[in-house]
Antibody, heavy 122, light 106 residues
């Protein structure tokens, strides 16, 4: 059973960089045709897809995000990470890491971490 | 940009059928997924590829997708199905979620 666990600071100051890491256990991050997502959810609101990274290093980001995004993978540690620059209070949310896979043209997201709350405040 | 629209809320009596819609331009040309999220929990995939159920998801959950609308149907709704439901699709390489629908079972 694959498990994902987010880690990182719970408080970030405005204009600084939000950095989170997701540790994958129960399987190799490099095995299979998987991609690795970051998704966030402000309190009381809906889900917003931030982006995804493949173990090849290829990335796709949500073009609607105002803060610059960078994602990367460290296969030696079975981890992938998110960096969100120049954050504002609007970036306060629960951040989820999640695994997806593509098959038959469909690309569902099948495993999610428990989520970590990140607050942007001075 | 590609948007997915869901009704904010719906309600159903226990044992009845609940239907939750998700609308988007030519959504039927894409594959839709549905996620269930209970308070304080992470989302769970309940339908993928329009109408397929992951292992462990009860048969009462089904899905369809045609034209501009995808629909999640819960037959014989149980109190444990009370949750927020989100549709999701891919617009090229961008993931898009609907705004979510709160299902109340009363």
């Amino acid at each position: 059973q694959v498990q994902l666990q987010e880690s990182g600071p719970g408080l970030v100051k405005p204009s600084q960089t939000l950095s989170l890491t997701c540790t994958v256990s129960g399987g190799s991050i490099s095995s299979g045709s998987y991609y690795w997502n970051w998704i966030r959810q402000p309190a009381g609101k809906g889900l917003q897809w931030i982006g995804r990274v493949y173990t090849s290093g290829s990335t796709n980001y949500n073009p609607s995000l105002k803060s610059p995004v960078t994602m990367s993978v460290d296969t030696s540690k079975n981890q992938f990470s998110l960096k969100l620059s120049s954050v504002t209070a609007a970036d306060t949310a629960v951040y989820y890491c999640a695994r997806g896979y593509c098959s038959g043209g469909s690309c569902p997201i099948d495993y999610w971490g428990q989520g970590t709350l990140v607050t942007v405040s001075s | 940009s590609f948007d997915l629209t869901q009704p904010p809320s719906t309600s159903v009596s226990p044992g009845q059928t609940a239907s939750i819609t998700c609308s988007g331009d030519k959504l039927g040309d894409k594959f839709a997924c549905w996620y269930q999220q209970k308070p304080g929990q992470s989302p769970v995939l309940v339908i993928y590829q329009d109408n397929k159920r992951p292992s462990g998801i009860p048969e009462r959950f089904s899905g369809s997708n045609s034209g501009n609308t995808a629909t999640l149907t819960i037959s014989g709704t149980q109190p444990m199905d009370e949750a927020d439901y989100y549709c999701q699709a891919w617009d090229s390489a961008t993931g898009v979620f609907g705004g979510g629908t709160t299902l109340t079972v009363l």
